[in-house]
């Protein structure tokens, strides 16, 4: 590709992940599936260890078929970015040269930006033990680090793609903080609770709950704020009804 | 520890992470690494299906030592949940009851606001396949749940830990979102850079590259745009001198 005139490639399915010397099938295929799981599917290896195609690297992937079908193998980075516009490098922190040095957040934002103006993008990773050498780490123009522990900061190489594509994929997701699950049944209306807190006032002034007049306001307000949380549902209220129903002295009393 | 009066425990190294039946010695490894990579110590077994201690657990650890050594075995997730005052489940979506579900990054803020109240918080995750049922689902306050392509969501135990554990670390991290890496030079200053474009108009001058006059304060412009890129660095501009002067036709023809 390099050298051409086609040399801007579209795209599709997110940023481009490159593994430059991988060493375990195995890793290829949890970066696989980090990567589907994240809604990226192009996967360009350069000279893995093991060659290509893997078996390991298949059954890691754990069905992730799509994006190991669609691998394609370089002979050098250099090759394997050819047709990119812009290239993050995840490392260790270069030592040798100026770089800027972006969180995965930061850099998410850039890769959305990016894509937004038409340039393909690529996330550069390297060997499992060793990293990306100074001529490799050259070639990208920003390199992403994970703020982590810094006691104990190694990541294994599928880990750091999950937490890079994971950031991507955050940054185009629109679900809310905080949803509830509703299932089968309504929150109840504030009539049904409000009903349901009658009926226990009264069993509980039958039963002679209250014992002193003076504190039986305060009292009532703790019992009603333990069933004031948010969002109890008809069919819990249809539940503690039954309780009601089944404690009620008077029912117990008739032996029914 | 469940009914005791010391039912309240002190919060140190993070939430507890909470694994039900995990059946992987290795993916408990790998749950200790991501841990300790994000700065969480506390890890608890409830009946790991090839007990404990477990070698392949220690060696997919990497160096997590310290979490590996510090496991709890508990014969339920109930005991292994006494003395927490608030557990997160992370697990498919519930069907059949009422829960707040949260994505990790809500679930992170809410864990942090939580332990300034010194509320000891946990989270809970179930089997490799199976997840957790129900019965252990309703022990938890509120679910997390991560968004994640819908046609291909299902993440590893490993994986569900690291994504969790890394955005509680993220919530209380201040790494700047992007940092410039100086090396052992600094930013050239704006002086040094105005004589390098001096230096290199008076070459092109003398070399006859500016061919139009007319022209001239455009290409100027467009030149030193090239190279007004933030931070280019001393030693950056010593370089690019280095090959002014190596260029520099006065210097060729005299043979130097």
Chains 1, 2 share one sequence.
Not at 11 to 36: K, S, Y
Not at 45 to 57: E, I, K, Q, S
Not at 69 to 90: H, K, M, N, Q, Y
Not at 104 to 119: D, H, I, W, Y
């Amino acid at each position: 590709m390099a050298g051409t005139d086609k040399s801007r490639e579209s795209i599709t399915g997110g940023p481009t992940v490159i593994l430059v010397e991988p060493q375990l099938g195995e890793n290829i295929g949890f970066v696989a599936r980090a990567m589907l799981n994240c809604g990226m599917t192009d996967l360009r290896l350069v000279r893995p260890r093991d060659g290509w195609p893997n078996a390991r690297a298949r059954a890691a992937a754990s069905g992730a078929d799509r994006v190991i079908d669609a691998v394609r193998l370089f002979a050098s980075p250099e090759e394997a970015i050819a047709g990119l516009g812009r290239v993050f490098a995840t490392t260790a922190r270069p030592r040798y040269m100026i770089k800027p040095v972006q969180t995965p957040r930061r850099a998410a934002a850039e890769l959305r930006a990016e894509a937004a103006r038409g340039v393909a993008c690529g996330l550069m990773f390297g060997r499992e033990r060793a990293g990306l050498d100074n001529d490799e780490l050259v070639l990208a123009d920003t390199v992403i680090q994970v703020p982590l522990n810094p006691a104990f900061s190694s990541l294994s190489l599928p880990q750091a793609v999950l937490l890079v594509a994971y950031e991507w994929y955050q940054a185009g997701d629109e679900t809310p903080p905080e949803e509830l699950v509703l299932g089968r049944t309504l929150p109840a209306s504030k009539a049904e609770l409000l009903y349901f807190f009658e009926r226990l006032e009264g069993l509980l002034d039958a039963s002679g709950f209250f014992q002193v007049d003076d504190k039986r306001p305060g009292m009532v307000r703790n019992i009603r704020n333990i069933f004031q949380r948010k969002h109890l549902t008809e069919q819990e209220l249809r539940t503690l009804h039954g309780i009601l129903t089944a404690l009620d002295p008077e029912k117990r009393r008739g032996g029914r």
